[in-house]
């Protein structure tokens, strides 16, 4: 695999990043490597308007916009509107901040000032996530039926991922519907520990202990186990019906 895996002509980022010298140097930065930036903006509402207007494959956000929305916001709309991967910038890593940065689910997060080829690391593995499990996903949202039965009285809608016990809306966390997704995506065949945690927490450093946490407690919410531990290869997730199509 190329190291430079996504640097193409019609590949298009967008930098937002209010202090301008610092967005013309990341601008520079990117072009030497290769990439396209599609345009800076240096106010979180210019951001927005910019996204509206144009398709971007990815954006690149400092957290501190020193406004009323922060970079935080800008994230959060991108992708809620538009599935915009994106990658964050900071001066700052206390506990915090990261904790507000993760709900916004970018696939990296970065110290400023970053190295040129921890950015460049953090670009392709970005778009390698998103490209692989939106293929997949769009795959899934063309199949005829929309739910998975993983007891007889349970089943998850693959579309609005959400979980039915009884036909009553059972309430999944984000992370929750996140392991739902992943596995239900596979249509019941092994997903790596890995993938899995990557899909779920998009974070750089495995940890399968998180994993097996947000496994234990919810099958605990739920009263039973619906994933199999496939002899730690990873988990699949068990159901009584497979659907026609998926």
């Known amino acids: 695999m190329s190291s430079n895996l996504y640097t193409k002509k019609d590949f298009d980022i967008l930098i937002v990043e209010d202090e301008p010298i610092l967005a013309m140097a990341m601008e520079s930065k990117l072009k030497k490597m290769g990439f396209n ?3 800076i903006s240096t106010t979180p509402d210019t951001a927005i308007l910019y996204a509206n207007n144009h398709n971007l494959d ?8 020193n406004a009323s929305k922060t970079g935080i916001d800008v994230a959060n709309y991108f992708w809620k509107n538009f599935n915009i991967p994106i990658i964050f910038l900071t001066a700052y890593s206390n506990d915090k901040i990261l904790n507000e940065a993760m709900e916004a689910e970018p ?30 996903k769009n795959l899934l949202t063309h199949t ?45 065949k092994t997903v790596s520990f890995n993938t899995i945690f990557n899909f779920v927490y998009r974070e750089d450093v495995y940890d ?26 990873g988990y699949r997730l068990n159901m009584v019906k497979n659907n026609e199509n998926s």
């Open 37 to 39: 930036v599609s345009g």
């Open 58 to 65: 990815l954006a690149i956000v400092d957290i501190n916009l």
């Open 107 to 136: 696939y990296a997060y970065l110290l400023k000032p970053c190295r040129n080829e921890e950015l460049k690391v953090a670009i392709n593995t970005t778009m390698h996530k998103h490209q692989f499990f939106f293929k997949n």
């Open 144 to 188: 005829k039926d929309e739910f998975i039965f993983i007891e007889e009285n349970m089943k998850f809608n693959k579309i609005t991922l959400e979980l039915y016990i009884n036909n009553k809306l059972f309430k999944l966390t984000k992370t929750e519907k996140k392991l739902f997704e992943i596995l239900a995506l596979n249509g019941g």
């Open 208 to 233: 399968l202990s998180k994993l097996r946490s947000l496994i234990y407690r919810l099958k605990t919410r739920l009263g039973f186990n619906p994933f199999e531990n496939m002899y730690e290869e």
